[in-house]
């Protein structure tokens, strides 16, 4: 695990922000990011706006904007190196 994810996951667990499991929010993610391929093609790093906005209406407040924008970041970058 790398470190900027191993953060993440202790800025969960410690201010227990979230609550939405951590598996949970990954599989919304990962869905969110297989449902806009073309558009993380197209835009790459640029795509997060549009999908970050699309993670937020699904988690709906259960999990901090914070996260779901570090998670969707890194899970972009893994996709484009792909």
């Given at each position: 695990m790398s470190g900027k994810s191993g953060n993440v996951l202790t800025a969960m667990?410690?201010?227990n922000v979230?609550?939405?499991?951590?598996y949970k929010l990954n599989e919304i993610l990962d869905k969110i990011i297989q449902n806009n391929m073309e558009l993380?093609?197209?835009l790459e790093d640029k795509?997060?706006?549009?999908l970050m906005g699309i993670a937020m209406k699904?988690?709906?407040?259960k999990a901090s904007g914070k996260?779901?924008?570090?998670l969707l970041e890194q899970?972009?970058?893994?996709?484009?190196?792909?």
């Amino acid at each position: 695990m790398s470190g900027k994810s191993g953060n993440v996951l202790t800025a969960m667990q410690s201010t227990n922000v979230s609550s939405i499991d951590e598996y949970k929010l990954n599989e919304i993610l990962d869905k969110i990011i297989q449902n806009n391929m073309e558009l993380v093609k197209k835009l790459e790093d640029k795509a997060i706006t549009t999908l970050m906005g699309i993670a937020m209406k699904e988690v709906r407040g259960k999990a901090s904007g914070k996260i779901v924008n570090e998670l969707l970041e890194q899970k972009i970058k893994n996709t484009i190196k792909k």
